[in-house]
């Protein structure tokens, strides 16, 4: 479910950034972004790691847990930060309770429930407690269903919202934006044909 990047420095976020991060997460979906998305990016809401003690605002704490563990196995940290050193799960929190409509944030809040219920049905134990294995073997079940072929635009299924979120959240993070779209604050020479070893390593899930 994610891809991993090699890591640049310095970061100045732009209008520029953000469409790139629109344009390379549709392509990573293969399909369109909600509105509710785009706006929020385009407002310039940007994940940015808060500790330990972050709060959320819109979720609950549970499902702060919940969205932290999920996303980390989206991104997970490997030789590079993952989602959650990047502030996705506060990038999500702020999204949803400032820029997502009453309908999507009621499927998403069901999304999560629906999680923790599959947890507890399959493994007896919430999600946050499983191991990383039982953890994707959940989330590519809800990844096979969000982009089962013949499913409707209207009928969006909650784990597709969540890659989107988690996916435009850590591209227009600092981490996400140095390392995904390759920031350069000064253009270098153009190199049409690299080796892949040269762009970054495959993602976990």
């Known amino acids: 479910m994610g891809r991993r990047y090699s890591i640049l420095q310095s970061f100045n976020p732009s209008k520029m950034n953000r469409r790139e991060a629109i344009k390379r997460t549709t392509i990573l979906l293969g399909g369109v972004l909600s509105a509710s998305a785009i706006t929020g990016v385009m407002s310039g809401c940007q994940a940015e790691p808060k500790g330990d003690d972050w709060s959320p605002a819109w979720m609950t704490p549970e499902e702060g847990d919940l969205v932290k563990s999920i996303v980390e196995r989206i991104i997970p940290k490997t030789e590079t930060p993952g989602a959650t050193d990047a502030g996705v799960h506060n990038f999500i929190d702020t999204m949803m309770a400032e820029f997502y409509q009453e309908n999507e944030k009621l499927a998403f809040r069901d999304g999560l429930k629906k999680v923790e219920t599959d947890a507890q049905a399959a493994y007896k134990k919430s999600f946050v407690s499983l191991t990383p294995e039982q953890q994707d073997e959940l989330l590519k079940k809800y990844d096979e269903e969000a982009y089962a072929e ?3 635009r209207e009928d969006r299924h909650f784990f597709r919202t969540m ?39 495959a993602w976990a899930t």
């Open 150 to 152: 013949g499913r409707s």
């Open 163 to 201: 890659k989107e979120l988690t996916i435009l959240g850590f591209c227009t993070s600092e981490v996400g934006a140095t390392e995904f779209l390759k920031y350069d604050p000064v253009p270098g020479d153009y190199k049409g044909c690299i080796p892949y070893a040269e762009v970054g390593a």
